[in-house]
């Protein structure tokens, strides 16, 4: 069935980026205008607007209440739904739903998308299937004891994580044993209120990995392929800061092998449209799987970059029903790309968030750099939603390349307004273990110890620059010309009226 | 009127930063500083979508004012952020001569403004925040309002739970200068 | 004349003694605290070169009454004389610390009265620098007649010439009352402090202990007592300051403030970033000097008062070159309410514009007067008249923008139509009405509310249709309550138009005295 028209059920960049590949492909793009965003970038793009703006409900955020996006979708008499990433993208129930009112929902079915989503029974297909796994607990744990008992077989350090979970909320390293009460508490108390559910699993924790990634991409007709992986390990906290593909940790004896563990999971779900399979690479190159993301994923450009194929098209053909147009033996990885995420946050101070309004924004437009964004002159960075302003992806035909391409790059991207983590892609691009590709989920806290960069004479120029603010005021003030002529000849009617 | 008015000349402006660092020029709208010894140019730009740079050693530097209030300034270059109070050789020794004066461990104490309920707290103890940054949010009467650190330091101690209420005066946060 | 001769070789000694009076230890002294001397702020105040002193040969009386001899100094230890800032004629005086800590005697005082007589006849702008110790005990009665003699002129001059007042360094007991009765107080941080009675006498009476800074320093009046209008760092950021303010005022009530040229890169008369700034959200706060900002020629907002009563913003601005006084509600504060301290600072800025012929504008998002049992025991119902009188009894062209939430008393209060307003201007988002939908519906409804299974959702929804049918501008505007409802992009321009439109405004009040402001 051909889509003629599209409900982007998100925000943001992302849905600028769909509504490019939208427009490209003669589809009617309808978004949703929101409370809190009247004026975002993405209204402007989209065909049409679906105004959620007027009523508000306190209880469910706009992009997260299912039945008013069906009940609008089918107002509209749209054909299919693009979730993009967070919000409903991995909500089965939201696939459902649309599965039933005979919405094409853009995306794996409702089916892969929970059995996907819920890691126990994730990681039993994986185990099913042969996929190498880390030691842990079969499905949740009960309680601390049942907990301690699996930890002490494994062997610390563990790691507790929410079974519903994702972006590092709900998750608990233990280093000892007398830890595992406490932090079993913390993990299932967070994981309850992050994801309202208090499920929570064990398995070991490998203290250094890396994290690499795989994009699938499969039809309705079992056909499945990867793209290759994207390497993610430069994290804080679990939130990726910069992801690059290929991975300088893999050859293609390793891409073949885990390439074919993430097809190998991908097919156990009947998996269908684009998907993320994760795993972690350990320092002696033995691999294990982490999880899959039935969804689009926000690094997904540098996928785009290096295979020149367009995911949101593939997505929206393969909803459509239509059979994958290549083969695996057909995808070429080309150079290298990197892409690094601009966060409204303040790196100088632990990257707490920035907000405040985008006075100017201006990147570099060249061949082999791209920029997605969902901000413009004038946006406000709300607290309402995650802080990333821009991804900036570079592309080069090496590595080295692509970092020295992202050096230009990243120094002319200017931002005005709020604090940005831009200072601190700077600070890995001087990092000489990141330029080695010699790095892993550890860079953060152990090698990159100050998370921004300075040039030696930044303070400075910053210095003179307060000076000379200074002195030019007072003398813009002191040298304005005050007339005060006029102030005295004051018209007899007003003059005779100004006393009384 | 006969005589003209004479503007104020302009002198030397010392920067200082907020780790005392002092940074001196001697006329900075002349737009030269002494940079290892010798007298250099700076060459400050305004592109065409009002971002002000600086050519320095053919390398460009964003720079921006963030944040100014009477001689206090904050900076940005290259995306990061400078604090400096702007100071004259005659403020600057008399800044000097009060830091001796005043007890520089005293914490402040941030006090609620009006009775209300505690919504939000913005602050870590042990973290640092900035005068005029939001520290706790308190709604009264419907309104949410933002409670901001009058001075720059470290906060010492958070004397409120979230959903909490408070009465006017009571004590929120206390922040050690720093 | 023979330049050899007697009379002009005494002229000259006595120039070099006066001369000769410069103390260097004394001043060094002065630096030692971080404070200027009297000479060195005069030099920063003024224009290069324009201050002319008068009196620099007065001394004090020589007789003795028994408490000790009184210093006998040139000048006796005040500064007096005229200059320029910015061009402009200026009166002021300077109080010497070094000279017997810059007391107050009689001499020292009846310098200060002809420096103000002067000012009052030329009808130029008063500035005094006050650094002073108090009272000069050795003088008695006659120190304390040179204060009264001071008060009296600072109030005859009050509504004719501006006067500033500049703390530098103490004041203390009687000393603190001229300044109070001044326009505007300038403090400087640190080594200014202002108070009736000193620690040592709170100590005694109270057995309390308070540091000097703690009773009356820069802080405690910019936040608290709202005493000083503004605070600076230091000495020649707050003279500076005063240098400023005074481009804003002019000279006397019988002209305008002065006019200033545009520069190029002018504030747009559109400005679409102001539709961006009042969230639709009536509970949302935000920051009305944002609009004040946008609104006013570029960087020439100067707001005074800012740490004081922050629910309410006042300072002065220039719209196309002409300087105007605005009052704005400050919804980021007390969420806008109007409290004692605020109706306060806004009356007594009102006065001060009316006085001296700067239009008002005045920018409204007000839910209301502050309840609470504090408020109404500590007589908001008294103060609150004081901003109403002040509005309704100003003659200058007064014009109010409302950007959100104007209701019941506060409504009239903020420059209303009725209240005298010569243009209400509001904004689509504004809510006009008696109360906020929350509280109107659930009287008006309490019976339906009561009986129904889900009260809080019945509320919600009424409140919404309140807020739709009644709480918006455009009844108000069909009833004529609102001149017209703007887009806020247009603000700018609009204002600059109708202040152009008042520019003759005039207004015939009754003769009178003067009326009766609740005090």
């Given at each position: 069935?051909?889509?003629?028209?599209?409900?982007?059920?998100?925000?943001?960049?992302?849905?600028?980026?769909?509504?490019?590949?939208?427009?490209?492909?003669?589809?009617?793009s309808y978004v949703i205008k929101t409370a809190k965003e009247p004026n975002a970038w993405y209204l402007e793009e989209a065909d049409e607007i679906i105004d959620f703006s007027e009523k508000y409900d306190e209880e469910i955020p706009e992009f997260l209440d299912i039945e008013r996006i069906i009940k609008s979708a089918k107002k509209h008499k749209v054909d299919a739904i693009h979730p993009g990433y967070g919000f409903l993208a991995e909500n089965p129930v939201f696939a459902r739903r649309c599965e039933e009112e005979k919405i094409t929902f853009i995306g794996p079915s409702h089916?892969?998308?929970?059995?996907?989503?819920?890691?126990?029974?994730?990681?039993?297909?994986?185990?099913?299937?042969?996929?190498?796994?880390?030691?842990?607990?079969?499905?949740?744990?009960?309680?601390?004891?049942?907990?301690?008992?699996?930890?002490?077989?494994?062997?610390?350090?563990?790691?507790?994580?929410?079974?519903?979970?994702?972006?590092?909320?709900?998750?608990?390293?233990?280093?000892?044993?007398?830890?595992?009460?406490?932090?079993?508490?913390?993990?299932?108390?967070?994981?309850?209120?992050?994801?309202?559910?208090?499920?929570?699993?064990?398995?070991?924790?490998?203290?250094?990995?890396?994290?690499?990634?795989?994009?699938?991409?499969?039809?309705?007709?079992?056909?499945?392929?990867?793209?290759?992986?994207?390497?993610?390990?430069?994290?804080?906290?679990?939130?990726?800061?910069?992801?690059?593909?290929?991975?300088?940790?893999?050859?293609?004896?390793?891409?073949?092998?885990?390439?074919?563990?993430?097809?190998?999971?991908?097919?156990?779900?009947?998996?269908?449209?684009?998907?993320?399979?994760?795993?972690?690479?350990?320092?002696?190159?033995?691999?294990?799987?982490?999880?899959?993301?039935?969804?689009?994923?926000?690094?997904?450009?540098?996928?785009?970059?290096?295979?020149?194929?367009?995911?949101?098209?593939?997505?929206?053909?393969?909803?459509?029903?239509?059979?994958?147009?290549?083969?695996?033996?057909?995808?070429?990885?080309?150079?290298?790309?990197?892409?690094?995420?601009?966060?409204?946050?303040?790196?100088?101070?632990?990257?707490?968030?920035?907000?405040?309004?985008?006075?100017?924004?201006?990147?570099?437009?060249?061949?082999?750099?791209?920029?997605?964004?969902?901000?413009?002159?004038?946006?406000?960075?709300?607290?309402?939603?995650?802080?990333?302003?821009?991804?900036?992806?570079?592309?080069?035909?090496?590595?080295?390349?692509?970092?020295?391409?992202?050096?230009?790059?990243?120094?002319?991207?200017?931002?005005?307004?709020?604090?940005?983590?831009?200072?601190?892609?700077?600070?890995?691009?001087?990092?000489?273990?990141?330029?080695?590709?010699?790095?892993?989920?550890?860079?953060?806290?152990?090698?990159?110890?100050?998370?921004?960069?300075?040039?030696?004479?930044?303070?400075?120029?910053?210095?003179?620059?307060?000076?000379?603010?200074?002195?030019?005021?007072?003398?813009?003030?002191?040298?304005?010309?005050?007339?005060?002529?006029?102030?005295?000849?004051?018209?007899?009617?007003?003059?005779?009226?100004?006393?009384? | 009127?006969?005589?003209?008015?004479?503007?104020?000349?302009?002198?030397?402006?010392?920067?200082?930063?907020?780790?005392?660092?002092?940074?001196?020029?001697?006329?900075?709208?002349?737009?030269?500083?002494?940079?290892?010894?010798?007298?250099?140019?700076?060459?400050?730009?305004?592109?065409?979508?009002?971002?002000?740079?600086?050519?320095?050693?053919?390398?460009?530097?964003?720079?921006?004012?963030?944040?100014?209030?009477?001689?206090?300034?904050?900076?940005?270059?290259?995306?990061?952020?400078?604090?400096?109070?702007?100071?004259?050789?005659?403020?600057?020794?008399?800044?000097?001569?009060?830091?001796?004066?005043?007890?520089?461990?005293?914490?402040?104490?941030?006090?609620?403004?009006?009775?209300?309920?505690?919504?939000?707290?913005?602050?870590?103890?042990?973290?640092?925040?900035?005068?005029?940054?939001?520290?706790?949010?308190?709604?009264?009467?419907?309104?949410?309002?933002?409670?901001?650190?009058?001075?720059?330091?470290?906060?010492?101690?958070?004397?409120?739970?979230?959903?909490?209420?408070?009465?006017?005066?009571?004590?929120?946060?206390?922040?050690?200068?720093? | 004349?023979?330049?050899?001769?007697?009379?002009?070789?005494?002229?000259?000694?006595?120039?070099?003694?006066?001369?000769?009076?410069?103390?260097?230890?004394?001043?060094?002294?002065?630096?030692?605290?971080?404070?200027?001397?009297?000479?060195?702020?005069?030099?920063?105040?003024?224009?290069?070169?324009?201050?002319?002193?008068?009196?620099?040969?007065?001394?004090?009386?020589?007789?003795?009454?028994?408490?000790?001899?009184?210093?006998?100094?040139?000048?006796?230890?005040?500064?007096?004389?005229?200059?320029?800032?910015?061009?402009?004629?200026?009166?002021?005086?300077?109080?010497?610390?070094?000279?017997?800590?810059?007391?107050?005697?009689?001499?020292?005082?009846?310098?200060?009265?002809?420096?103000?007589?002067?000012?009052?006849?030329?009808?130029?702008?008063?500035?005094?620098?006050?650094?002073?110790?108090?009272?000069?005990?050795?003088?008695?009665?006659?120190?304390?007649?040179?204060?009264?003699?001071?008060?009296?002129?600072?109030?005859?001059?009050?509504?004719?010439?501006?006067?500033?007042?500049?703390?530098?360094?103490?004041?203390?007991?009687?000393?603190?009352?001229?300044?109070?009765?001044?326009?505007?107080?300038?403090?400087?941080?640190?080594?200014?402090?202002?108070?009736?009675?000193?620690?040592?006498?709170?100590?005694?009476?109270?057995?309390?202990?308070?540091?000097?800074?703690?009773?009356?320093?820069?802080?405690?009046?910019?936040?608290?007592?709202?005493?000083?209008?503004?605070?600076?760092?230091?000495?020649?950021?707050?003279?500076?300051?005063?240098?400023?303010?005074?481009?804003?005022?002019?000279?006397?009530?019988?002209?305008?403030?002065?006019?200033?040229?545009?520069?190029?890169?002018?504030?747009?008369?559109?400005?679409?970033?102001?539709?961006?700034?009042?969230?639709?959200?009536?509970?949302k706060p935000y920051d009305v000097k944002d609009v004040i900002r946008l609104l006013v020629d570029k960087r020439s907002f100067y707001e005074i008062a800012e740490n004081y009563a922050q629910n309410v913003v006042i300072g002065f601005g220039r719209m196309d070159g002409k300087v105007i006084g605005i009052v704005a509600n400050q919804p980021k504060v007390l969420a806008g309410t109007l409290d004692i301290n605020?109706?306060?600072?806004?009356?007594?800025?009102?006065?001060?514009?009316?006085?001296?012929?700067?239009?008002?504008?005045?920018?409204?998002?007000?839910?209301?007067?502050?309840?609470?049992?504090?408020?109404?025991?500590?007589?908001?119902?008294?103060?609150?008249?004081?901003?109403?009188?002040?509005?309704?009894?100003?003659?200058?062209?007064?014009?109010?923008?409302?950007?959100?939430?104007?209701?019941?008393?506060?409504?009239?209060?903020?420059?209303?139509?009725?209240?005298?307003?010569?243009?209400?201007?509001?904004?689509?988002?504004?809510?006009?009405?008696?109360?906020?939908?929350?509280?109107?519906?659930?009287?008006?409804?309490?019976?339906?509310?009561?009986?129904?299974?889900?009260?809080?959702?019945?509320?919600?929804?009424?409140?919404?249709?309140?807020?739709?049918?009644?709480?918006?501008?455009?009844?108000?505007?069909?009833?004529?309550?609102?001149?017209?409802?703007?887009?806020?992009?247009?603000?700018?321009?609009?204002?600059?138009?109708?202040?152009?439109?008042?520019?003759?405004?005039?207004?015939?009040?009754?003769?009178?005295?003067?009326?009766?402001?609740?005090?």
């Amino acid at each position: 069935m051909k889509i003629k028209s599209l409900l982007i059920a998100n925000r943001g960049e992302i849905a600028i980026r769909i509504i490019k590949t939208t427009r490209k492909m003669g589809i009617r793009s309808y978004v949703i205008k929101t409370a809190k965003e009247p004026n975002a970038w993405y209204l402007e793009e989209a065909d049409e607007i679906i105004d959620f703006s007027e009523k508000y409900d306190e209880e469910i955020p706009e992009f997260l209440d299912i039945e008013r996006i069906i009940k609008s979708a089918k107002k509209h008499k749209v054909d299919a739904i693009h979730p993009g990433y967070g919000f409903l993208a991995e909500n089965p129930v939201f696939a459902r739903r649309c599965e039933e009112e005979k919405i094409t929902f853009i995306g794996p079915s409702h089916d892969a998308i929970y059995r996907m989503g819920h890691k126990t029974i994730a990681k039993e297909l994986a185990r099913e299937h042969g996929i190498p796994l880390l030691g842990g607990s079969p499905g949740a744990v009960r309680d601390a004891d049942e907990a301690r008992k699996i930890a002490n077989k494994v062997g610390y350090p563990v790691i507790l994580k929410a079974a519903a979970g994702g972006g590092g909320r709900g998750m608990r390293v233990v280093e000892k044993e007398k830890d595992i009460e406490r932090m079993f508490s913390l993990a299932t108390n967070e994981a309850a209120k992050a994801f309202n559910n208090p499920d929570v699993f064990l398995e070991r924790f490998v203290r250094e990995p890396r994290h690499i990634e795989f994009q699938i991409l499969g039809d309705q007709h079992g056909n499945v392929v990867h793209l290759g992986e994207r390497e993610c390990s430069v994290q804080r906290k679990h939130q990726k800061l910069l992801e690059e593909s290929p991975s300088p940790a893999l050859d293609n004896a390793m891409r073949k092998k885990m390439g074919e563990a993430a097809i190998n999971i991908a097919k156990s779900v009947n998996y269908y449209s684009a998907g993320t399979v994760e795993f972690l690479l350990d320092v002696d190159n033995s691999f294990s799987f982490m999880e899959m993301n039935t969804r689009i994923q926000v690094e997904h450009p540098v996928t785009e970059m290096v295979t020149g194929i367009d995911l949101i098209e593939q997505m929206i053909l393969i909803a459509e029903g239509k059979k994958l147009p290549f083969s695996q033996k057909d995808i070429k990885i080309n150079g290298w790309a990197i892409e690094w995420r601009i966060n409204a946050e303040d790196v100088q101070s632990g990257f707490s968030p920035s907000l405040g309004t985008i006075e100017k924004i201006s990147w570099p437009e060249s061949e082999n750099v791209r920029v997605d964004t969902g901000v413009r002159d004038g946006s406000v960075i709300t607290p309402y939603y995650d802080s990333m302003i821009a991804k900036l992806i570079v592309h080069g035909e090496t590595r080295e390349k692509a970092m020295q391409q992202s050096s230009i790059a990243i120094r002319k991207f200017w931002i005005k307004g709020p604090k940005t983590t831009l200072a601190f892609c700077r600070a890995v691009l001087q990092n000489s273990n990141f330029r080695k590709g010699n790095f892993n989920t550890s860079f953060l806290s152990k090698e990159l110890k100050i998370h921004y960069q300075n040039e030696p004479d930044d303070a400075l120029l910053a210095a003179f620059f307060a000076t000379y603010d200074y002195a030019r005021e007072i003398n813009e003030n002191e040298e304005k010309p005050l007339h005060t002529e006029n102030g005295k000849s004051i018209t007899p009617w007003v003059l005779k009226k100004r006393l009384r | 009127m006969a005589r003209a008015a004479k503007k104020k000349q302009s002198t030397k402006l010392i920067a200082l930063s907020s780790t005392n660092k002092a940074y001196e020029f001697k006329k900075p709208l002349e737009k030269r500083i002494k940079y290892q010894g010798k007298e250099v140019d700076i060459k400050l730009h305004e592109d065409p979508k009002g971002f002000s740079y600086i050519v320095w050693k053919n390398k460009k530097y964003l720079l921006d004012v963030i944040e100014k209030k009477q001689n206090r300034y904050t900076i940005m270059v290259n995306g990061v952020w400078h604090s400096f109070t702007v100071e004259t050789p005659v403020s600057l020794k008399r800044k000097r001569y009060l830091e001796q004066q005043v007890d520089a461990s005293a914490a402040v104490s941030i006090e609620a403004p009006m009775p209300g309920k505690i919504v939000d707290i913005l602050v870590e103890v042990g973290g640092e925040v900035k005068e005029g940054e939001p520290i706790i949010i308190l709604e009264a009467m419907k309104m949410q309002n933002e409670i901001t650190s009058h001075i720059t330091g470290i906060v010492q101690s958070i004397s409120v739970k979230k959903g909490e209420s408070v009465m006017k005066d009571d004590v929120l946060i206390e922040i050690k200068k720093g | 004349m023979d330049v050899k001769g007697k009379n002009f070789t005494r002229f000259l000694e006595r120039q070099q003694a006066h001369n000769d009076q410069h103390d260097a230890r004394a001043e060094a002294k002065q630096h030692s605290k971080g404070k200027l001397t009297a000479w060195e702020r005069l030099n920063i105040l003024f224009d290069e070169d324009t201050f002319e002193e008068v009196d620099a040969f007065v001394t004090a009386d020589k007789t003795d009454t028994g408490f000790g001899k009184v210093q006998q100094a040139f000048g006796d230890g005040v500064i007096i004389g005229h200059g320029l800032i910015r061009g402009r004629l200026t009166f002021a005086y300077a109080q010497d610390f070094t000279v017997m800590g810059g007391s107050l005697g009689s001499v020292h005082a009846a310098k200060i009265m002809k420096i103000q007589d002067m000012a009052l006849k030329m009808g130029a702008p008063m500035v005094g620098l006050i650094d002073s110790g108090g009272a000069r005990i050795q003088e008695g009665v006659a120190s304390l007649a040179g204060y009264a003699g001071i008060f009296y002129r600072n109030v005859q001059s009050s509504g004719v010439i501006p006067q500033i007042s500049v703390i530098m360094g103490p004041a203390a007991g009687g000393a603190v009352y001229s300044p109070s009765i001044t326009d505007f107080v300038f403090m400087t941080d640190q080594t200014s402090y202002m108070f009736v009675t000193g620690p040592n006498v709170v100590k005694e009476v109270l057995n309390e202990d308070v540091s000097l800074n703690d009773l009356g320093g820069a802080g405690v009046h910019s936040k608290k007592s709202g005493v000083a209008h503004m605070v600076f760092p230091d000495e020649e950021n707050t003279l500076m300051g005063v240098r400023q303010i005074l481009a804003y005022l002019p000279s006397n009530n019988m002209e305008n403030s002065p006019e200033m040229d545009l520069s190029a890169d002018e504030t747009a008369d559109v400005e679409e970033r102001l539709r961006e700034i009042v969230p639709d959200d009536p509970n949302k706060p935000y920051d009305v000097k944002d609009v004040i900002r946008l609104l006013v020629d570029k960087r020439s907002f100067y707001e005074i008062a800012e740490n004081y009563a922050q629910n309410v913003v006042i300072g002065f601005g220039r719209m196309d070159g002409k300087v105007i006084g605005i009052v704005a509600n400050q919804p980021k504060v007390l969420a806008g309410t109007l409290d004692i301290n605020s109706s306060n600072k806004g009356a007594r800025f009102i006065r001060f514009c009316d006085a001296f012929n700067i239009p008002l504008l005045i920018l409204e998002d007000v839910p209301g007067f502050l309840p609470g049992v504090d408020q109404e025991h500590s007589g908001i119902i008294r103060h609150g008249a004081k901003m109403l009188y002040a509005f309704a009894d100003a003659t200058v062209p007064r014009i109010t923008v409302i950007l959100r939430k104007s209701y019941g008393g506060a409504y009239c209060v903020m420059n209303s139509k009725n209240l005298g307003g010569d243009f209400n201007f509001a904004w689509p988002t504004a809510e006009i009405a008696v109360m906020g939908p929350e509280g109107a519906v659930a009287i008006l409804f309490r019976k339906e509310l009561e009986a129904s299974e889900d009260p809080a959702a019945m509320k919600k929804e009424l409140a919404a249709k309140y807020r739709n049918e009644i709480a918006n501008p455009y009844v108000a505007e069909e009833r004529g309550f609102i001149d017209e409802v703007i887009d806020p992009a247009e603000t700018r321009l609009k204002l600059i138009r109708a202040f152009e439109a008042l520019e003759t405004k005039h207004v015939d009040n009754p003769a009178r005295k003067h009326g009766n402001i609740p005090l």
